[in-house]
């Protein structure tokens, strides 16, 4: 699905510039935008040349969360359809989450409500120095627990930082994002997509088989009842990956002293 709301540009090695682009309305979400990005991602993710995919947003801004003007008319569907509607729009966070691609979010400006939802959704954050997050639901009568926002912040955040910020919906700014580690670096706002393209460029140099094996075991051993049991899932899944043909071709280039030539990568 293409979409005057979802840019895409493609950059050297694999890199996938996806950039939210309603700049007139700092971005917010609408479900157009919504369709068009889970439509990308899945296809990215289904095969191809792509080996990083890069969020970001146009003009200043990461995004400014669900369109208000969507949320008044969503209050006119009855409640299995605004059921229904809210599964369709919460697939993105999946998406994103269980995709092969590992996934940065370069994040300037206002990030704020289904967007911090989306940067959450990332497995990497870099912020500028203007950044801002929010979650506000609150002040707007809605719960906070909005497109997985009440799984990912305590997560990232930790329990007490995620319920001060959605029981008062008050903003948090880069450093302070940066210091709870719901970021991993701050630089400033013009080098924030060569920052963000430097990482996505270390990570595509990276077996694309690895990569997806790292990223889904993160995730899953994220809840693992103990430590046992995220060993043995561990242990399967790199039975898997000590078959793959990386794994020699890594040996031999580290011995040759050069870079390696994985078949799945760039």
Sequence with gaps: MKSAYVDVDWSDGGVVVVRLNRPD?????NDEMLDALRELCVDLGAGGDAR???LTGAAGAFCAGFDLDELRRLSNLDAAQLH???DRQSAIITV???MPLPVVAAIDGACVGAGLSLALAADVRLASDRARFRAPFVRLGLSGG???LSWLLPRVAGLALASELMLSARFMEAEEALLHRVV?????SGELMAAALGLASDITGCSAAALAFTKGILHENLDAPSLEAALRRESALQVVAVKSPDLHEAIDAFQQKREPRFRWSS
Excluded: C, E, F, Q
């Design 52 to 54: 990083a995919l890069v």
């Design 84 to 86: 229904a509607h809210l």
């Design 25 to 29: 309305r700092r971005n917010a979400i």
């Design 184 to 188: 991993s670096r701050v630089v400033p």
């Design 96 to 98: 994103l989450r269980t």
């Design 146 to 148: 909005d497109l997985g």
